[in-house]
């Protein structure tokens, strides 16, 4: 089986500005939450049958408490917070796994959800739905992918360190040095994306990286200044690359088959979503007919 994970906050965030863009004189009031829907039925119709949504329920984390200008929901449009917790009761009627993070980041449940698929035999391939950067670091060869669903990309550990320069297990090293405005910490002073790669290609790690700039690898531009930098802020570093590592142990669920779609429930024809969108509970519905005959024939 595949099993493929969605960062749903992303995907409200992509449909609600996609919806904003089409027609910036509304904003239909479940929209982006009939998107999100959508694009699920669109995966399950084209064969997915194990399938899990992670939420932020609030945008703050246990990151907050450990700085300061870590990311908070402060500047989200009203039109759009008001469709966050929407989201998550439309999508456990229409009968997906879905995951509302309080303690931790939507980031997080997908980290814990790949890891804990991926230690299952019978999943033969774990595919994480977003383009954020954080998600790398979770790319295991070709059996934990990153997919960039709007652009189309299918991200392995070859892409990983294709696009970053780094291998995914630095992911976390590399964000610590050049930091991550979207999170709210800004890196290491004097560091790029170039010389971030170049010194943890070397290195790998922060910790394992020389006080010495005489012990850096050649052809490290700037290597001293560089080394002074990186010395003078090594404990906001390391503080930084805790901020972008993703915790992958939190026990979402207890078997990858509480991930598999069996259909829409009951709730879904209540709900206000298919009250807005007359088609949604129609199409979930022929969805789960097809899944039933398939896995039917399959049986059989």
Avoid at 112 to 135: G, N, Q, Y
Avoid at 232 to 260: G, K, S
Wanted: glycine content about 8%.
């Amino acid at each position: 089986m595949i099993v493929h994970l969605i960062d749903g906050t992303y995907e409200l965030f992509r449909h609600f500005y996609g919806l904003r863009r089409a027609n910036p004189e509304t904003d239909p009031p479940l929209g982006a939450v009939t998107g999100v829907l959508h694009a699920v039925l669109q995966l399950v119709e084209t064969g997915a049958t194990h399938i899990g949504v992670a939420t932020d329920h609030i945008i703050e984390s246990f990151r907050n408490d450990l700085w300061p200008g870590y990311k908070t929901g402060a500047g989200i449009d009203p039109a759009l917070w008001a469709q966050f917790h929407p989201l998550e009761e439309a999508l456990a009627a229409m009968g997906v796994a879905v995951w509302p993070m309080v303690e931790f980041e939507a980031d997080d449940a997908l980290a814990s959800a790949a890891a804990m698929a991926a230690a299952d035999p019978r999943v033969e391939k774990v595919c994480i739905w977003t383009p954020d950067k954080d998600l790398a670091q979770c790319v295991v060869g070709d059996r934990i992918v990153q997919i960039d669903g709007r652009r189309k990309i299918i991200r392995d550990e070859a892409g990983v360190k294709l696009k970053f320069g780094v291998v995914p297990a630095s992911i976390p090293d590399f964000l610590a040095l050049v930091g991550d405005a979207a999170d709210g910490y800004p890196g290491i002073p004097g560091f790029g994306s170039k010389s971030a790669a170049a010194i943890l290609s070397c290195f790998g790690k922060i910790d394992a990286i020389p006080t010495d700039p005489a012990a850096w690898q050649a052809g490290i531009a700037a290597s001293r200044r560089l080394s002074l930098n990186l010395e003078a802020n090594r404990e906001l570093a390391l503080l930084f690359r805790r901020l972008a590592t993703l915790r992958a142990d939190i026990p979402l669920f207890d078997d990858v088959e509480a991930l598999r779609w069996r259909g829409p429930t009951a709730e879904l024809a209540a709900h206000p979503v298919a009250a807005a969108d007359k088609g949604l509970l129609p199409r979930a519905e022929r969805a789960a007919r097809v899944a039933r005959d398939a896995t039917n024939s399959a049986g059989s």
